[in-house]
């Protein structure tokens, strides 16, 4: 065999290409397997959020156009109705401790005889084709308790129509047939029986009364106030201690010594009821005071109590004794300065006080010191 031939090796197809193998993953961790979730839920949170916000605020806006839309009320401005009685008269009497107003036009008398005042005046009336005469009157002849039980229970001539409110005081009325038919309004109050009497002449019925009168009948008897008891007393004025104190006007002032001053009324001549003393601190302290009140009894019995009198602290002395029930001592002590000033009750209560002549009627002790003031 020649050793230069050629020797054919055969050629094999190759087979197929695989790739290479790659090295596995490792598994997720279990926190990066629920972050995903996570997300997804606060998306929606935050989707469902802002769809109710948008709802909410579309809600509002509605809300404000119709508040918008509806028109702004008018502000009303109140005007109080003008007093009926504005112009009227005023009518007082210190003696009874009443005043009320009556219209300016009314003619007036005054009877001290009676007790009384009368306002006349003249309304159209059809009955006498002309006009009325009117007796509007006041009086407190019915003060005397006897006198207005002895009134009222008469059934042939009075006759009772219950009782009206007016301007919070309750009046009793009564009809009268006296040949007048008189309509009487009865105030019973701090021991007072207060008597208004209309007169409507040649009425048979005065609840028949002309309409016009019938309101100022009210509109009078609305104005009815008590007095202060101290309306109408004098003043007396102590310039060199430095205060001033009222008392009845129809009483005297009386020197006590030279620190001292008496009221009292003149039908009881030289004699003081209330007295006003006026005391050097470093001479007459209070327990000094306190201890002259009342010691010429052996049983007296003391005992004090603090007082305001016009924003002025006080103090309040009561001494009584066993031995004469009605002795009662009652004593104001004010310290001012270097003096004490004392008021005093000269031993006598409001009920024996009551009973003296000249003295008003209701007047107490307390009117009396309520009115110090101090005027310096």
């Given amino acids: 065999m020649d050793s230069s031939a050629v020797t054919t090796i055969p050629v094999v197809s190759p087979g197929p290409t695989f790739p290479s193998p790659q090295p596995a993953k490792p598994p997720l961790s279990p926190q990066k397997s629920i972050l995903p979730l996570l997300l997804t839920i606060l998306f929606l949170l935050t989707l469902a959020a802002t769809g109710v916000l ?30 009926p009685t504005t112009g009227w ?12 107003k009556y219209p300016a036009e009314w003619r007036f008398t005054e009877s001290e005889t009676f007790k009384s005042a009368t306002f006349n005046t003249k309304i159209p009336s059809s009955e006498t ?28 001539q009075t006759t009772a129509l219950g009782t009206e409110t007016i301007n919070n005081n309750l009046f009793e009325k009564f009809v009268v047939a006296d040949m007048y038919y008189s309509l009487n309004y009865i105030y019973k109050a701090n021991d007072k029986i207060i008597r208004f009497m209309v007169w409507p002449y040649n009425a048979q019925n005065p609840e028949k009364l002309p309409a016009s009168l019938k309101e100022s009948v009210y509109q009078v008897l609305s104005t009815f106030k008590f007095l202060d008891n101290t309306t109408n007393w004098k003043t007396y004025t102590d310039s060199k201690n430095g205060f001033s104190i009222r008392y009845p006007s129809t009483w005297r002032s009386a020197s006590l010594g030279e620190n001292g001053i008496g009221f009292g009324p003149k039908e009881i001549g030289e004699d003081v009821l209330w007295g006003i003393n006026v005391y050097d601190k470093s001479v007459y302290p209070k327990e000094k005071i306190i201890d002259e009140a009342g010691k010429q009894f052996s049983d007296r019995k003391q005992n004090t109590n603090n007082i305001d009198i016009n924003g002025i602290q006080t ?62």
């Fill in 129 to 156: 084709r002309g006009e009325q005469t009117i007796d509007y009157t006041f009086d407190s002849i019915l003060e005397d308790s006897r006198n207005y039980n002895d009134w009222v229970n008469n059934p042939g």
């Fill in 89 to 100: 008269k005023t009518y007082s009497n210190p003696s009874s401790g009443i005043s009320f």
């Fill in 315 to 376: 103090t309040r002395l009561i001494t009584t004794t066993s031995s004469i029930p009605d002795w009662y001592l009652e004593t104001i002590i004010i310290e001012y300065g270097s003096n004490f000033v004392t008021i005093s009750n000269g031993a006598i209560n409001d009920t024996k006080l009551q009973t003296l002549l000249g003295v008003p009627k209701g007047t107490t002790f307390k009117d009396f010191y309520s009115t110090f003031k101090f005027t310096q």
């Fill in 54 to 83: 948008a709802y909410q605020n579309r809600q509002l806006n509605q809300r404000l156009s119709v508040i918008t839309a509806s028109p702004t009320p008018t502000p009303q401005i109140f005007v109080p109705p003008a007093d």
